[in-house]
């Protein structure tokens, strides 16, 4: 229809205002930067990198302060770039040749970019962006130059736009964001989730369309965007906002009782957690407990892994946050991949995905691991509860067998030290690799639960990089392919008879709750902001109802068909 627009859903809700069409700024319409020696050109470069970062640093702690710990990482990581030796000392170098030091800053970054997306690595290469980003903002303090932002609250429209836009935006003054590139697991989609924007992704020929318009209404939902929307179609956002604002108020009220299904099923729902400071906020959404403790964020921005004493102090404070009644599971550290580690030591590798990651480590950084698994063993004792702990990126029986020694052996350790140690350590591994899936039934054999990781999972299952927005289409865990692997998953650890849960993304999207649960998965692991939703999803379904959906979403083939499928039963009840 004229007007009328699709993309891929990136973050929920409605908005609709007038269009701001973001254009990113370089070195057109920026002032040359007039210099009287190179010794200024250096000292005023150095300057503008470290003003750069200082405000990434700020912002990153505006969302620091906004409960947004793992989304502030995003800005961390730009603030390092701003300040990166390789950077800024070519564009010092450039300015002592002669060039403007604002034409050194924006070549130098440039050049770092152009490697940056020339790699075969799809995440690293989506990473010459934030250098791009960077580079502007280090403009920005060198010309004086000011962001341009929206005069009036709007809706944001662009091919792409940095998060540290979103970051910086005065709050009420973006409504929404629509994009004509980007896909869900990007940058600016996350942060979009977290600010409670809502977002549209990926959406063809958005620029033509808005070219003239003056309104632009978007439904982070559906993906439906629609430019300069007539009276019917505004009254139809109306009411889905109205049944939304109803359901929202539903789910709140229903939080501290236990999830299940209308007839009764029980679903335990678990928080991801990043430190033990997001404890709090676990707690007040309800959480049964931590399905996912990442503790690789205690070994990144660091220049050495963290001690023994340090990782056992935070793994208990956790601990005694939810007390003996509540699990903690700690997954141990999935360094490698996206997550690098410079002071291990590691060469760098061609697919870092596909290479010495988490579990693997094992074999090579022994103490590494069982430093870790010692810290969770003496936190258990002097907490008083009963540990848990999961390995991720297990491929191979031997990989499962490989953390029961460590395990084993780190236990050994803290016993002939003397100090209080728990006897048994609940032990499971986590889903995400095929072949894990494939073997199911024997490693259920070998470890107490399962816990399945659906973003990496898809990613494997699909060949698809979820970090390569060229692949946006096929980074979505209700695929058929991916949820006939689950189900392999769960009939395999139904033998054995151990738990199953999920702690990806799916897990904590309302409409893949249901097909989880109806897939028999056991437990669900998301931020502690969605459990609320997803309370509020089970409690107005049956198990039939879930098992149903369930046998219709694996005779599906294609992941659209899976979520109009959950659709019809979230609307029905909405």
Not at 112 to 139: G, I, N, P
Not at 455 to 482: E, K, M
Not at 562 to 570: C, N
Request: glycine fraction near 8%.
């Amino acid at each position: 229809m004229p007007g009328r627009l699709t993309g891929i859903p990136a973050a929920p809700g409605i908005a609709r205002g007038p269009v701001w069409r973001y254009r990113p700024r370089g070195a057109a319409g920026v002032p040359v930067v007039a210099v009287s020696s190179r010794g200024e050109a250096e000292l005023r470069i150095r300057r503008a990198a470290a003003a750069a970062a200082a405000q990434l640093q700020a912002l990153a702690q505006r969302l620091c302060d906004l409960d947004h710990p793992g989304d502030a990482e995003i800005l961390e990581a730009q603030a390092l770039m701003a300040i990166d030796p390789a950077i800024v000392e070519e564009a010092v170098r450039l300015a002592r040749s002669g060039l403007d030091p604002v034409e050194a800053v924006l070549a130098s970054a440039e050049t770092s970019a152009e490697a940056l997306a020339s790699l075969d690595d799809a995440l690293l290469a989506a990473r010459a962006a934030d250098v791009r980003d960077v580079a502007v903002r280090v403009v920005r303090a060198l010309s004086g130059a000011h962001l341009e932002l929206p005069m009036v609250p709007s809706v944001a429209v662009a091919d792409d736009i940095p998060p540290s836009l979103l970051a910086e935006m005065p709050p009420g003054l973006l409504l929404g964001v629509a994009l004509a590139g980007g896909s869900p697991t990007a940058h600016v989609a996350i942060l979009a989730r977290s600010l409670g924007l809502p977002a549209v992704v990926a959406v063809e020929a958005l620029l033509d369309a808005v070219h003239g318009a003056s309104e632009i209404a978007i439904d982070g939902e559906t993906g439906a965007i629609f430019v300069d929307p007539d009276s019917a179609e505004l009254q139809a956002l109306a009411d889905r906002q109205a049944i939304r604002g109803d359901r929202d108020r539903a789910a709140t009220a229903l939080r501290g009782t236990p999830a299940a299904t209308a007839d009764g099923q029980r679903v335990v729902l678990l928080a991801n957690i990043r430190s033990a400071d997001d404890a709090t906020r676990a707690l007040e959404a309800g959480a049964d407990g931590v399905g996912l403790f990442r503790t690789e964020y205690l070994f990144m921005r660091r220049q050495s892994a963290p001690t023994e004493a340090d990782q056992t102090s935070e793994y208990r404070r956790a601990m005694e946050a939810f007390g003996p009644g509540r699990p903690v599971v700690i997954r141990m550290a999935d360094i490698g991949g996206d997550k690098p580690i410079p002071y291990l030591g590691r060469p760098e590798e061609p697919n870092p995905f596909l290479g010495v990651r988490a579990i693997r480590l094992g074999h090579e950084s022994r103490e590494l691991l069982l430093t870790q698994l010692r810290a969770i063993w003496r936190a258990a004792g002097l907490a008083g509860v009963t540990p848990y702990v999961m390995a991720p990126m297990v491929a191979t029986i031997a990989d499962a067998r490989l953390l029961i020694e460590l395990r084993d052996e780190a236990r050994e350790a803290v016993v002939a030290s003397g100090a209080e140690c728990p006897d048994r350590m609940v032990t499971g591994v986590m889903i995400e690799v095929p072949s894990a899936a494939i073997l199911a039934p024997e490693l259920a054999r070998l470890v107490d639960f399962f816990s399945i990781g659906t973003n990496d999972l898809t990613q494997y299952v699909l060949a698809a990089d979820r970090g390569n927005p060229s692949l946006a289409g096929l980074q979505d865990a209700l695929h058929p392919a991916v949820l006939r692997t689950i189900a392999t998953v769960v009939a395999g650890a139904d033998a054995a008879g151990i738990p199953v849960a999920a702690c990806g993304e799916l897990a904590g999207d309302p409409a893949g709750a249901l097909v989880l649960v109806g897939l028999g998965v056991d437990e669900l692991s998301a931020e502690p902001r969605l459990l609320d939703g997803i309370r509020a999803a089970l409690a107005d379904v049956t198990g039939g109802q879930v098992r149903e959906l369930a046998a219709r979403a694996l005779a599906a083939t294609d992941a659209e068909t899976v979520r109009a499928y959950a659709r019809e039963i979230l609307d029905a009840k909405g």
